[in-house]
């Protein structure tokens, strides 16, 4: 599902370059978030996890883009959880895996991440990477579009009209 991959980074990013050529301020703030990362950083790695990703500074690498995930998703990033979850999901620079996918995303979900509990809630109901859950999909979804994510609310209204109130 390559339209999930692609929907984390949109959640994530409001717009991302589609050259591979840097402009300089592209290249200052690939150099910058590279600093953060190397000392540890976990905002730092995830930030450099999506330049790598979006080939945004830097020539675009989806094995060094999941490879900062992790690291930052080791730390309890939330964020990172999700880009490495949905990569792990899709196979994108990483051997697919849809059982430590959903491990991840639950790990963020947890946190509160409406992100997070929104693939969680999709995880469950499409039985990915988990035994198929209806009734604990919807729980996950509601919590998602209880913090106003459109795309949790969306997919609980085009998968049988369900409203957020009746998952109470």
Request: with cysteine; aromatic share 8%.
């Amino acid at each position: 599902m390559r339209l999930a991959f692609f929907l984390a980074v949109v959640l994530n990013l409001a717009s991302a370059p589609t050259s591979a050529c840097a402009a300089p301020d592209e290249a200052q703030a690939f150099e910058a978030h590279r600093q953060l990362a190397v000392q540890g950083d976990a905002q730092g790695q995830t930030q450099l996890g999506l330049m790598y990703l979006n080939g945004q500074g830097v020539e675009e690498d989806a094995v060094e883009a999941v490879w900062w995930f992790r690291k930052s998703a080791e730390q309890g990033d939330a964020d990172a959880q999700i880009h490495l979850g949905l990569a792990l999901q899709e196979g994108h620079g990483v051997r697919q895996d849809d059982t430590e996918a959903f491990r991840w995303l639950r790990q963020s979900a947890e946190q509160g991440n409406p992100v997070g509990q929104y693939y969680v809630g999709v995880s469950l109901a499409e039985g990915r990477g988990v035994s198929q859950n209806l009734e604990v999909a919807l729980e996950w979804l509601s919590k998602a579009a209880r913090q106003e994510l459109a795309a949790a609310r969306d997919y609980l209204w085009a998968n049988g009209n369900i409203s957020v109130e009746s998952a109470h």
